[in-house]
């Protein structure tokens, strides 16, 4: 019963708090801004209830002009201060309204209590420091500390404890009260709503520090492209001319023995034209395919690379059996995001590579698994690791080169890793191969982005 | 007139019908040569330096003249040219690349690494017998030139 009572007045007061002081969207954990707001309008409330008590008496009491004096000049410093808040001078305007708080405190203890008693005006040099350094719940509780030790000095006084100068002990301590817990509330409000200005400021040069950072990595992926572009011309260029030479120069030849009336050598030439015919036929069409690979065709989803994998062992049956090459996958891989066909080219090209290059290992093994997990940047890395032949570590780039064979009596066109790149980087992943040497084995490093929260939510 | 000499050539290359073109055509230039070929970089060092398998065919005295091909295996044609420069008793041999690349890095790299000439590999018909003929006389005839040859015995 009492318990119902009590969440309803709950309630209702954090409607009023949440009317007079509308929450500030900020970084800040939601609960702080809402503790921190509610202190504050507590202490406005307090302060109110405080002003009008001292209101009431002020009208029943002989007033004097040294403590009128003294109200006015606050009035203004803590006015003068409101503006400086409003221009966005915070930190001078908390200075100020604590500095007059300060001075007139000083003012009226000398007058009310004597030289003698500076113990009060003197607590009040914390609550001034605080305000300066904008630390707002310890402002908040100093000023509450200052008005009980104000109260305890008049409650002393009146008691007889104290012999001040001037008789006035109670007024002085409602006044004083009246005063603090005003400016402390002002300050507390301004400090809340000027933090909340603080806080978009911040929020805001974050934001434009990660599009400067965005842009930053899309003109490097720009870059990176086209010196990819290049390379790929140039290999274009010059592995696609080499089968012309051939062909042109074999049937210059021909065309000479021909002429000449010798046919033995024709069919030999001829069958070097159509070989080297044939080879630049198959040139063009792996081209076409590495350009098609580039873009990814569908939109990017959720892709389960166990799943793929398992498919790949059905796909890819014989070729292990042929190679004698067991295939494992060592642990969970995680669900990665992207194009599922492209992907499942990226690792049956990785695995077919593995088969190729046993180098008489007697038991070849290609192992995939998951290495590296970084939520923080949401990718995860694949190690495609075999026992095979392995490479020259100086190669680590060159294997990834279009038409590049590292010897030249290796079977394919060498175009199997340079699909495998292209199609990772598409998916704005990463790849690298590395080995100890020839014979050591080798191990490609692949990294894919994983789905966004929403997506693994969906899926 | 000069007396007429054989020009010792050896052709770098590893692409097996480049080089069946390339000996053809040596064979029918009007220069006389002897002609050894290599198809990777590795094994046109060993043939520079009589060692290992090319030890037999290699006669005592460096080659005349280096047809030489850029992309090769084990080691790459620039590195050969870069080696061979850097190599006292090799740095006066005549090389000239002979590749299907008309890059201008490739073109500019061999130059810098002091190729005497770049050559395409010609892609239309009839010209690659041509070209070589006339390299071959080119070099004959710098042979034939006093100074080159102090050169080279030096």
Known sequence: ??????????????????????????????????????????????????????????????????????????????????????????????????????????????????????????????????????????????????????????????????????????????????????????????????????????AEQLERQRVEAEREALIAQLAASNEALERFAYSVSHDLKSPLVTITGFASRLGTDLSSGRADRAERYLDRISHAAGHMGSLLDELLKLSRAGRVLQTPQPVDLGDVLTELRALLQTRLEAAGMALRVDGYLPVVRGDRQRLLTVFQNLIENATKFTGGQAQPTVTIRCVELDMSVNQATFAVTDNGQGFDPAEGERIFGVFQQLRPQDDGLGIGLALVRRIVEAHAGRIRAESDGVGQGACFLVTLPLPCADEVALS | MNEPQILRVLVVEDNADHAELILAALGESPVKVVVAHVSDGQEALDYLHRRGACSAAAGEQPPDLVLLDLGLPRIDGLEVLRYIRATPQLRALPVVVLTTSSNDRDVLAAYAHHCNSYLLKPTDCGSLSELLATVLRYWTACNCLPEAAAGETG
């Open chain 1, 1 to 202: 019963m009492i318990w119902q009572a009590l969440s309803r007045v709950e309630r209702s007061w954090r409607r009023l708090v949440d009317r007079f002081l509308p929450p500030v969207a900020t970084g800040r954990a939601a609960g702080e801004a809402d503790s921190s707001r509610l202190l504050v309008s507590v202490l406005l409330m307090v302060c109110l209830v405080l002003v009008a008590l001292i209101a009431a008496w002020q009208l029943e009491r002989q007033r004097s002009h040294v403590s009128d004096a003294l109200m006015l000049c606050l009035l203004a410093s803590f006015g003068l201060a409101l503006r400086l808040v409003g221009r966005g001078r915070a930190r001078l305007a908390a200075a100020l309204a604590l500095t007059s708080s300060w001075a007139v405190l000083c003012a009226s203890g000398v007058w009310a209590f004597g030289l003698t008693d500076v113990a009060l005006p003197a607590m009040l040099l914390p609550v001034m420091i605080a305000g300066l350094l904008q630390h707002w719940r310890a402002v908040a509780l100093l000023s509450s500390l200052s008005i009980a030790a104000a109260w305890c000095m008049a409650w002393a006084q009146a008691a007889g404890i104290l012999t001040p100068r001037a008789a006035l002990p109670w007024p002085a301590a409602l006044d004083l009260s009246g005063f603090l817990v005003v400016g402390t509330g002002l300050i507390l409000v301004y400090g809340d709503h000027l933090r909340g200005q603080h806080d978009r400021l911040a």
